[in-house]
């Protein structure tokens, strides 16, 4: 159950962060705009004041001077000085309007709601001493908007009364839990109380009033859909509220957190291994592996077997699985097993047929493997730094009749990350080096293969962060840098194609940020200024477009025309990258559709997660699901 206020689907996953300004402005509206500008700073959903005509709201011998207990009488005086006139909430609520944030209200008699229902409102929040007032409930149901009600004041009982009311008038809401005292003790909150309240409704958000934001991202642990915090410029101000809210760095910071939380708490439904939980499976974890060199017909026993690391092979817990089956190949002594020995078939490669020249990504050590086996148009050779210092007479004998393309690493001796576009001079001096070396190496591979006139370089060009991503104002001084290091390099008889990029590549099995060629109106205005081609990277790019909620298939549309040369691999979610072709968010007849027409003649290769494990069968596989797409 979901319910929509403005642009907000709540209960959808996104938290609604509500900064409940009420009267915290204490009648001031200069103040009360101030509030405004700065709720919206620190990320609120919408900014809410309060509207009560207090002759509605209060019997009259209640607003006669000593006419009430003491209690009452000091809040209907703070009430009579802070409140906003009703000219005021219309001129907030166009102020709003116009600087992007929602205004809602919380009205506290039927006057106030014929006032607000002509002001166009959202939806209504109910106050805590309202839950019990179905005169009112009643009107604010006619309304047809949605309603947020705190429970704060009321027993369980009146709580299940209102839900029935609202119910059966068809009303969309949801209850906050919520303990109605400023500041709420900790030991009062009894914040666990949300699993009951889920019980009489299924959207459940929190009301706090307690100090700091602690609680507050409790309760987004336990799945409240609707954050609500008191909100104030000064908590040492006059009035009964200021205790109880947050400043506007405090309201950030627990904005923030929110945002942060919800990421993290997933779907909970599934044990899903994340990129670099993958990254860090397949380098510590354990495979079975081939106890010494095994025939072709062997029947597997005990004894042929045993556990090693990496976790690149078939996991230890199908080792019972594995005992007597027959193998159907030759095994040199701690080759993987791998899923398919517990088959009776292989994949196997063959001549695929596609409208545009293809490849297979291979390394040095695997390339006189896999040539052995398949015939592509071209190579392209994936180099990490260690290979950069291999002769490569002792793994290409040549000459070719296939194309290359060259892969350069990311990583460089000393596990530094290559970055063309970093403001630290030392490091970008060493990443134009090391790239110079990538150069000179596929300048000497153009021996072997001698069809290819000017080969070209994949190259991811760095700008990466740690912690946080660059401000937008910080972009353009990475891209500068970027050229410069281009003006740098002897690129002679070469052509270095940029890579794009996801917001979040994974190095070292940890996240990093990724700044540079990520954003489609940045490739173009950086291709076009630097008369550079791409690497188009579908998966990172997908990836991009889950992030930024961007359109894909109009982010492939801008890159085509700029794409030299195309990496295919299925992507899903925020991090699931390099899945194999139908298995991700990804339609391929409808990118070929497009690529047809913005790039015919970019090449291709299979870019699938571990795609050369068991003989490359993950790219053989993609080649299969992509013919008759390219």
């Known amino acids: 159950m979901n319910i929509r206020i403005g642009n907000h689907d709540i209960g959808a996953g996104r938290i609604y962060v509500i900064a409940e300004i009420g009267n915290n402005h204490n009648g001031s509206f200069e103040r009360a705009i101030e509030m ?33 207990d003491l209690g009452t009488e000091y809040v ?39 006032i607000l229902e002509g002001m166009g409102v959202p939806a209504y929040k109910v106050a805590s001493a309202d839950l019990t007032n179905l005169p009112l409930l009643d009107r604010l149901a006619q309304t047809g908007k949605p309603l947020i009600l705190s429970t704060g004041m009321s027993t369980t009982e009146e709580v299940k009364t209102t839900a029935a009311f609202l119910n059966q008038r068809g009303v969309q809401f949801a209850l906050l839990h919520c303990n109605s005292t400023y500041p709420a003790p900790l030991h009062d909150i009894h914040l666990r109380w949300m699993h009951s309240l889920r019980q009489i409704h299924p959207l459940v958000g929190y009301s706090g009033h307690e100090r700091g934001i602690h ?79 095994l025939a072709k017909g062997v029947r597997l026993g005990p004894d042929h077997i045993k556990v090693r690391s990496p976790g690149q092979g078939l996991s230890p817990q199908r080792y019972e699985e594995l005992l007597g089956r027959t193998l159907q190949h030759d095994m040199g002594e701690e080759d993987f097993f791998y899923p398919s020995d517990l088959r009776d078939d292989r994949i196997e490669p063959r001549a695929y047929r596609f409208t545009r020249p293809w490849g297979v990504p291979v390394r040095y050590h695997d390339f006189r493997e896999y040539a052995a086996r398949i015939k592509p148009d071209l190579w392209e050779f994936h180099l990490s730094y260690s290979d950069m210092d291999l002769a490569l007479a002792d793994y290409l004998d040549g000459p070719y009749s296939e194309d ?48 290819t006139q000017r080969p070209q370089i994949v190259a991811n060009i760095g700008g990466f962060t740690m912690d946080q991503p660059l401000p937008a104002s910080a972009i353009r001084g990475y891209y500068e840098r970027f050229a410069q290091s281009l003006q740098e390099l002897d690129m002679e008889g070469v052509e270095l194609i940029p890579q794009t990029m ?29 008369k550079l081609r791409m690497c188009f990277d579908i998966s990172h790019s997908r990836l991009t477009c889950n992030h930024f909620n961007h359109d894909f298939y109009e982010f492939s549309t801008k890159i085509a025309p700029f794409s030299a040369h195309l990496h295919l691999g299925d992507a899903k979610g925020l991090n699931g990258e390099g899945l194999q072709v139908g298995d991700g968010d990804i339609d391929f007849a409808r990118l070929g559709a497009i690529l047809h027409r913005g790039c015919p003649a970019a090449t291709f290769i299979p870019e699938i997660w571990q795609g050369h494990k ?17």
Not at 47 to 56: S, V
Not at 103 to 110: A, M, R, S
Not at 514 to 522: C, H, K, R, S, Y
């Open 36 to 68: 405004v500008d700065r709720a919206r700073t620190a990320g609120a959903d919408c900014a809410k004041f309060q509207m009560r005509h207090l002759d509605e709201v209060y019997r009259q011998r209640s607003l006669r001077k000593g006419g009430e």
């Open 76 to 114: 209907i005086d703070l009430l009579n000085r802070f409140e906003l006139s009703v000219d005021e909430h219309r001129r907030l609520s166009a102020y709003c309007a116009q600087t992007g944030i929602p205004y809602l209200c919380t009205p506290w008699d039927g006057k106030s709601v014929e």
């Open 215 to 293: 609680v507050s991202l409790a309760a987004v642990a336990l799945n409240a859909c609707v954050i609500e915090r008191h909100f104030t410029l000064d908590r040492n101000m006059e009035g009964p509220d200021h205790a109880a809210s947050l400043t506007q760095p405090e309201f950030a910071r627990m904005v923030e957190g929110i945002r942060e939380i919800e990421q993290a708490l997933g779907s909970g439904q599934v044990r899903q291994l994340s990129q670099g939980e993958m990254i860090n499976r397949e380098n510590l974890g354990k495979s079975l592996v081939a106890a010494r060199p």
């Open 404 to 451: 290359f393309v060259v892969h350069a690493p990311e990583l460089f001796a000393g596990s530094r990350l290559m970055d063309l576009a970093t403001p630290d001079d030392a490091y970008r001096n060493e990443s134009i080096r090391e790239t110079q070396r990538v150069i000179d190496i596929t300048r000497a591979m153009k021996r072997y293969f001698p069809k």
């Open 502 to 530: 996801a917001p979040f590549p994974w190095h070292f099995g940890g996240q990093r940020y990724q700044n540079l060629f990520v954003q489609i109106d940045e490739i173009v205005e950086w291709c076009d200024r630097l």
């Open 614 to 630: 068991n003989g490359g069968e993950g790219f053989w596989v993609a080649l299969e699901r992509l013919e008759g797409t390219l």
